[in-house]
Protein backbone atom coordinates (compact mmCIF):
# COMPACT_ATOMS: atom_id res chain seq x y z
CA UNK A 1 0.00 0.00 0.00
CA UNK A 2 1.56 3.50 -1.36
CA UNK A 3 1.33 6.11 1.66
CA UNK A 4 0.12 9.45 0.36
CA UNK A 5 1.60 12.66 1.66
CA UNK A 6 -0.39 14.64 3.97
CA UNK A 7 1.13 17.48 2.94
CA UNK A 8 3.78 18.62 5.74
CA UNK A 9 6.95 17.04 5.67
CA UNK A 10 9.96 17.56 7.95
CA UNK A 11 11.07 19.98 5.35
CA UNK A 12 8.11 22.56 6.18
CA UNK A 13 9.19 22.18 9.84
CA UNK A 14 10.54 25.56 10.89
CA UNK A 15 10.74 26.09 14.65
CA UNK A 16 10.96 23.04 17.40
CA UNK A 17 11.01 23.27 20.89
CA UNK A 18 11.64 20.96 23.07
CA UNK A 19 12.10 21.24 26.94
CA UNK A 20 12.63 18.97 30.12
CA UNK A 21 9.57 17.78 32.72
CA UNK A 22 10.77 20.22 35.03
CA UNK A 23 11.25 22.91 32.61
CA UNK A 24 7.73 22.41 31.38
CA UNK A 25 5.90 24.23 34.05
CA UNK A 26 8.07 27.87 33.16
CA UNK A 27 7.96 27.54 29.56
CA UNK A 28 4.00 27.34 29.99
CA UNK A 29 3.94 30.50 32.20
CA UNK A 30 6.39 32.35 29.92
CA UNK A 31 4.04 31.43 26.80
CA UNK A 32 1.22 32.84 28.43
CA UNK A 33 2.74 36.52 29.36
CA UNK A 34 3.23 36.59 25.72
CA UNK A 35 -0.47 35.75 24.73
CA UNK A 36 -4.09 36.73 25.13
CA UNK A 37 -6.17 33.17 25.98
CA UNK A 38 -9.88 33.13 25.30
CA UNK A 39 -11.72 30.68 26.36
CA UNK A 40 -15.29 30.11 25.32
CA UNK A 41 -17.22 26.90 26.95
CA UNK A 42 -20.60 26.33 25.97
CA UNK A 43 -22.80 24.07 27.68
CA UNK A 44 -26.63 23.32 26.67
CA UNK A 45 -29.07 21.47 29.31
CA UNK A 46 -32.67 19.88 28.11
CA UNK A 47 -34.86 19.52 31.21
CA UNK A 48 -38.49 17.39 30.23
CA UNK A 49 -40.77 16.71 32.74
CA UNK A 50 -43.68 14.21 32.34
CA UNK A 51 -46.68 14.94 31.89
CA UNK A 52 -48.70 14.68 34.84
CA UNK A 53 -51.05 16.73 37.46
CA UNK A 54 -47.79 18.56 38.44
CA UNK A 55 -45.86 19.18 35.38
CA UNK A 56 -46.82 23.14 35.47
CA UNK A 57 -45.88 23.38 38.73
CA UNK A 58 -42.51 21.14 38.38
CA UNK A 59 -41.72 23.25 35.24
CA UNK A 60 -42.20 26.93 37.11
CA UNK A 61 -40.47 25.82 40.26
CA UNK A 62 -37.21 24.51 38.17
CA UNK A 63 -37.52 27.90 36.08
CA UNK A 64 -36.97 29.73 39.67
CA UNK A 65 -34.43 27.49 40.82
CA UNK A 66 -32.64 28.55 37.52
CA UNK A 67 -32.74 31.69 37.78
CA UNK A 68 -31.99 32.32 41.93
CA UNK A 69 -28.77 30.25 40.69
CA UNK A 70 -27.73 33.30 38.20
CA UNK A 71 -29.28 31.99 34.75
CA UNK A 72 -30.73 34.96 32.96
CA UNK A 73 -33.95 34.40 30.76
CA UNK A 74 -34.21 35.16 26.98
CA UNK A 75 -37.24 33.78 25.76
CA UNK A 76 -40.15 32.20 26.95
CA UNK A 77 -42.56 30.21 24.87
CA UNK A 78 -46.26 30.04 26.31
CA UNK A 79 -49.21 27.99 25.20
CA UNK A 80 -52.78 27.65 26.07
CA UNK A 81 -55.16 25.78 24.40
CA UNK A 82 -58.77 26.07 25.51
CA UNK A 83 -61.72 23.73 24.41
CA UNK A 84 -65.27 26.02 24.56
CA UNK A 85 -68.31 23.57 23.89
CA UNK A 86 -71.83 24.48 23.25
CA UNK A 87 -74.86 23.45 22.20
CA UNK A 88 -74.52 23.03 18.23
CA UNK A 89 -71.01 23.96 18.10
CA UNK A 90 -67.11 23.41 19.32
CA UNK A 91 -64.51 26.31 19.76
CA UNK A 92 -61.25 25.12 19.64
CA UNK A 93 -58.74 28.04 20.38
CA UNK A 94 -54.53 28.20 21.16
CA UNK A 95 -53.18 30.81 22.42
CA UNK A 96 -49.68 31.29 21.32
CA UNK A 97 -47.15 34.52 24.21
CA UNK A 98 -43.48 34.75 23.24
CA UNK A 99 -41.47 36.65 25.85
CA UNK A 100 -38.32 37.55 24.84
CA UNK A 101 -35.70 40.67 25.38
CA UNK A 102 -35.66 43.33 23.22
CA UNK A 103 -32.42 44.68 22.24
CA UNK A 104 -32.40 48.71 23.49
CA UNK A 105 -31.02 49.86 20.21
Same mark, same amino acid.
Given at each position: M???? $???? /???? %?????????????N /?H???????V???V? =???????????? =??????? %????H !?????? !?????????????? %?G???????? =? !?? $??? %??N
Amino acid at each position: MEKKN $SGMG /LEEI %SNIFLSTKENATEN /LHHAQDQCEVQETVT =VRKKLAFYDDEN =VQKNMAR %SLAKH !IEKGYN !IRRIYLQKNEDIST %SGSRIQRKKK =V !II $SIK %SSN
